[in-house]
């Protein structure tokens, strides 16, 4: 026991080290180049509009271009800087470059809290709170890491920069609030953030300048602005619903279920809110005035509120994935906050306890969003395959744009040996699922089988007809935390299952089978389903996906 608490300094930077290099192996291994959800309209549809023209006008109106209720100029101009370093729009070096912008929040929060503390034990609980497997969501996804993510690390490191010593350092934070401003929908906030934290400091110049640029800066975002309707619930629902919702961005790190909602996120908000308001009346007006410190946490805590009200004004709902890297901000804030506050006799305790309870929090991270991290990759390749193969004519949506892509001689987002293995498969008489069960029921087809063995690593549903094919995720059922326990570390049972609805395939004759890419081979299921009416296309064909008029 002595000797690890001898080496205890030594122990905890080797798990915070380890921690934040696994989650940084699995962003390189999941990442693929295939386009998902808003990839195609806010990254696929601007690279090729903006390229097709050649008015310097058109081309800047592209950049700044509304997307749903944002303007996401950062992610375009990264995806601008990687097409001509490298010629082509791959996802997965977006990805990279948007997984480097939570990196960079716990750089900054890591900074801080050994500036607090001159403790390197202080970092510990910094690095297991931010690079967790609950982010993988947004993560490996390019557009919400470049947005989503993006949005949250500039507006920390502007607040960061301008509440140093120094008019360089005070420059380049106002300049990286003007890239915050149209990184996303909640980008504008930080003017507010910039111009309390001035006023908090009693700087007259720095009031003007912030007002000035942030006035000009939020004018620019709302030129030309559209605000779209998305849901019918009425104003008076979204504001009886927005203390709720605030609570529970703020407080979602702590929500693992994300379904429906759930009173834990909020309790959490209110305890992290509760928590760090009372660290900042400890702290008085007065010290608050004179610490840089205090400032940048006051600064980044308030932007997480702000950023809280536009998602309840404009979401109505706390559950979504891409929302906890707010949540992780306020977390982080209120652990430095604590931090300050604390006496430097029971540091050492207390670096002990935190760095339990948070490798505990990442484990448990790691439990619960791991094997929903293989299931997006799964989802994507399924997503892919359907599109690739669906019966569709060569002016489907998503041909437009490979079409479109080619002409302009960018490489399209692909991976080509998924679709060649696709292709490239055979039937095998000679196996089978074991268990099998078949459920139809009105308007949906599920089947189930047992893999006792382990042989299907990966597996999709496959529904051919005579012009194509659509392809589905099948899904390994989740053991219980208990149950991973006792199986020595099983993520999953021995249970796969499928569930499709019909309103997810067009008209036709489909026979069902079981794709295995990893044996390159198709299992027949001796079945076949007709469905007789056609749906909408998967993809829209509008460019940039909204209505309003380049």
Same mark, same amino acid.
């Given at each position: 026991?002595?000797?690890?608490?001898?080496?205890?300094?030594?122990?905890?930077?080797?798990?915070?080290?380890?921690?934040?290099?696994?989650?940084?192996?699995?962003?390189?291994?999941?990442?693929?180049?295939?386009?998902?959800?808003?990839?195609?309209?806010?990254?696929?549809?601007?690279?090729?509009?903006?390229?097709?023209?050649?008015?310097?006008?058109?081309?800047?109106?592209?950049?700044?271009?509304?997307?749903?209720?944002?303007?996401?100029?950062?992610?375009?101009?990264?995806?601008?800087?990687?097409?001509?370093?490298?010629?082509?729009?791959?996802?997965?070096?977006?990805?990279?470059? @948007? &997984? $480097?912008? /939570? !990196?960079?929040?716990?750089?900054? *929060?890591?900074?801080?809290?050994?500036?607090?503390?001159?403790?390197? %034990?202080?970092?510990?609980?910094?690095?297991?709170?931010?690079?967790?497997?609950?982010?993988?969501?947004?993560?490996?996804?390019?557009?919400?890491?470049?947005?989503?993510?993006?949005?949250?690390?500039?507006?920390?490191?502007?607040?960061?920069?301008?509440?140093?010593?120094?008019?360089?350092?005070?420059?380049?934070?106002?300049?990286?609030?003007?890239?915050?401003?149209?990184?996303?929908?909640?980008?504008?906030?930080?003017?507010?953030?910039?111009?309390?934290?001035?006023?908090?400091?009693?700087?007259?110049?720095?009031?003007?300048?912030?007002?000035?640029?942030?006035? @000009? &800066? $939020?004018? /620019? !975002?709302?030129?030309?602005?559209? *605000?779209?309707?998305?849901?019918?619930?009425?104003?008076?629902?979204? %504001?009886?619903?927005?203390?709720?919702?605030?609570?529970?961005?703020?407080?979602?790190?702590?929500?693992?279920?994300?379904?429906?909602?759930?009173?834990?996120?909020?309790?959490?908000?209110?305890?992290?809110?509760?928590?760090?308001?009372?660290?900042?009346?400890?702290?008085?007006?007065?010290?608050?005035?004179?610490?840089?410190?205090?400032?940048?946490?006051?600064?980044?805590?308030?932007?997480?509120?702000?950023?809280?009200?536009?998602?309840?004004?404009?979401?109505?709902?706390?559950?979504?994935?891409?929302?906890?890297?707010?949540?992780?901000?306020?977390?982080?804030?209120?652990?430095?906050?604590?931090?300050?506050?604390?006496?430097?006799?029971?540091?050492?305790?207390?670096?002990?306890?935190?760095?339990?309870?948070?490798?505990?929090?990442?484990?448990?991270?790691?439990?619960?969003?791991?094997?929903?991290?293989?299931?997006?990759?799964?989802?994507?390749?399924?997503?892919?395959?359907?599109?690739?193969?669906?019966?569709?004519?060569?002016?489907?949506?998503?041909?437009?744009?490979?079409?479109?892509?080619?002409?302009?001689?960018?490489?399209?987002?692909?991976?080509?040996?998924?679709?060649?293995?696709?292709?490239?498969?055979?039937?095998?008489?000679?196996?089978?699922?074991?268990?099998?069960?078949?459920?139809?029921?009105?308007?949906?087809?599920?089947?189930?089988?047992?893999?006792?063995?382990?042989?299907?690593?990966?597996?999709?549903?496959?529904?051919?007809?005579?012009?194509?094919?659509?392809?589905?995720?099948?899904?390994?059922?989740?053991?219980?935390?208990?149950?991973?326990?006792?199986?020595?570390?099983?993520?999953?049972?021995?249970?796969?299952?499928?569930?499709?609805?019909?309103?997810?395939?067009?008209?036709?004759?489909?026979?069902?089978?079981?794709?295995?890419?990893?044996?390159?081979?198709?299992?027949?299921?001796?079945?076949?389903?007709?469905?007789?009416?056609?749906?909408?296309?998967?993809?829209?064909?509008?460019?940039?996906?909204?209505?309003?008029?380049?």
């Amino acid at each position: 026991m002595s000797a690890i608490l001898k080496y205890s300094r030594l122990i905890w930077l080797l798990v915070a080290i380890c921690c934040a290099a696994t989650l940084s192996f699995f962003i390189f291994e999941a990442a693929l180049d295939i386009p998902f959800i808003d990839d195609y309209n806010a990254l696929l549809d601007f690279i090729i509009q903006y390229l097709r023209t050649d008015s310097t006008e058109e081309k800047i109106h592209f950049i700044f271009r509304q997307h749903n209720e944002h303007r996401i100029v950062y992610a375009r101009l990264i995806l601008l800087l990687d097409y001509y370093v490298f010629g082509c729009t791959n996802l997965r070096h977006l990805i990279f470059l @948007g &997984s $480097i912008s /939570l !990196f960079l929040i716990t750089v900054i *929060f890591c900074v801080e809290a050994y500036k607090y503390s001159k403790n390197t %034990l202080s970092i510990v609980p910094v690095i297991l709170l931010s690079l967790h497997f609950q982010h993988m969501g947004s993560l490996l996804w390019a557009t919400s890491a470049l947005q989503n993510i993006g949005v949250t690390s500039l507006a920390c490191l502007a607040i960061w920069l301008l509440t140093r010593h120094g008019v360089f350092w005070q420059c380049m934070g106002i300049i990286f609030a003007f890239i915050t401003t149209f990184a996303s929908g909640t980008g504008p906030f930080i003017w507010v953030v910039l111009l309390l934290i001035a006023l908090f400091g009693r700087n007259v110049l720095k009031c003007v300048v912030i007002t000035v640029l942030g006035t @000009g &800066s $939020i004018l /620019l !975002f709302f030129h030309s602005y559209r *605000f779209p309707i998305t849901e019918n619930t009425s104003i008076t629902g979204r %504001l009886a619903a927005m203390p709720e919702v605030i609570l529970g961005v703020i407080g979602g790190t702590f929500d693992i279920h994300e379904k429906g909602a759930s009173l834990i996120p909020v309790v959490a908000g209110v305890l992290l809110v509760l928590i760090f308001t009372f660290c900042i009346a400890r702290t008085g007006l007065a010290a608050l005035r004179k610490d840089p410190a205090c400032q940048f946490l006051l600064g980044v805590f308030l932007f997480g509120i702000l950023s809280a009200i536009a998602i309840s004004l404009g979401r109505g709902s706390y559950v979504e994935n891409r929302y906890k890297v707010i949540s992780t901000l306020c977390v982080l804030a209120t652990y430095n906050m604590v931090l300050l506050k604390l006496s430097r006799k029971r540091l050492k305790i207390w670096f002990n306890v935190a760095g339990i309870a948070c490798l505990g929090l990442w484990l448990l991270f790691f439990w619960r969003y791991y094997p929903e991290m293989l299931e997006y990759e799964s989802v994507r390749t399924a997503d892919h395959l359907s599109l690739l193969n669906s019966p569709q004519t060569t002016h489907s949506p998503f041909q437009q744009r490979i079409n479109a892509l080619k002409e302009l001689g960018i490489k399209s987002p692909d991976d080509a040996q998924i679709q060649q293995t696709f292709i490239s498969s055979n039937y095998k008489n000679d196996m089978g699922l074991p268990s099998l069960k078949i459920l139809k029921k009105k308007n949906k087809y599920a089947i189930k089988w047992r893999d006792s063995l382990g042989l299907f690593k990966e597996c999709y549903l496959v529904l051919k007809s005579d012009r194509g094919s659509f392809v589905f995720p099948v899904r390994k059922k989740r053991n219980l935390l208990s149950d991973f326990f006792r199986s020595g570390g099983q993520f999953y049972t021995a249970e796969r299952e499928v569930c499709i609805s019909y309103d997810w395939i067009q008209k036709g004759r489909y026979t069902i089978s079981v794709y295995l890419p990893d044996q390159t081979c198709f299992i027949s299921i001796q079945d076949t389903i007709v469905i007789d009416k056609n749906v909408k296309p998967w993809l829209s064909p509008r460019w940039f996906n909204d209505a309003y008029a380049p």
